[in-house]
């Protein structure tokens, strides 16, 4: 568990504003792992593979 920062937020906002079927939620958390510098972010929301910030794996495509 992390603190949700001024930046992470505000790169969620951003993040929003630029994928628009994003919910907040969803934002927050990705907008976390680019902070944490993740490599990936691991999803089953197929949709999330739209984001250009950071590599999506969707778990589906791996079972």
């Known amino acids: 568990m992390i603190e949700i920062s001024v930046d992470i937020a ?5 993040l ?3 994928y628009l079927f994003l919910r ?3 934002a927050i958390q990705v907008s976390a792992a680019i902070d944490l510098g993740a490599d990936a972010f691991l999803t089953n ?6 984001i250009k910030e950071i590599k999506v794996l969707v778990l589906a495509d791996y079972l």
């Open 10 to 14: 505000e790169r969620a906002g951003k």
């Open 16 to 18: 929003r504003g630029q």
């Open 24 to 26: 907040a939620i969803d």
């Open 45 to 50: 929301d197929v949709k999330l593979k739209q």
